[in-house]
Nanobody, 120 residues
């Protein structure tokens, strides 16, 4: 199994920056992809950014050129650097991992989330 713990959320003014971190533990060798999703009040959870096999990245159109996802394998940590934040980025941000479980196949795991609030 894999467990995820996020950190780095908080309150920031518009055009400011934050960096989120997500540390994976457990069967980390089986992780295929990690990413960040967010859920704003009254809205569905949506993809923010993903990184697959530590190399291939994908971003939501709304965050391209502002957010950067990266991974530090030595620390089992994935980061989300968020720049030029706007109030619409306010949400609970969840770390996600897809990992392979023998006999079961690919499974998903989620962190508990970290709140990001951007004030205007």
């Amino acid at each position: 199994h894999v467990q995820l713990v996020e950190s780095g959320g908080g309150l920031v003014q518009a055009v400011g920056s934050l960096r989120l971190s997500c540390v994976a533990s457990g069967s980390i060798f089986s992780i295929n992809a990690m990413g960040w999703y967010r859920q704003a009040p009254g809205k569905l959870r949506e993809l923010v950014a993903t990184i697959t096999r530590g190399v291939s990245t994908n971003y939501a159109d709304s965050v391209k050129s502002r957010f950067t996802i990266s991974i530090l394998n030595a620390k089992n940590t994935v980061y989300l650097q968020m720049n030029s934040l706007v109030p619409e980025d306010t949400a609970v941000y969840y770390c996600h991992a897809e990992y392979y479980s023998s006999g079961v196949g690919y499974r998903d795991v989620w962190g508990r989330g970290t709140l990001v609030t951007v004030s205007s």
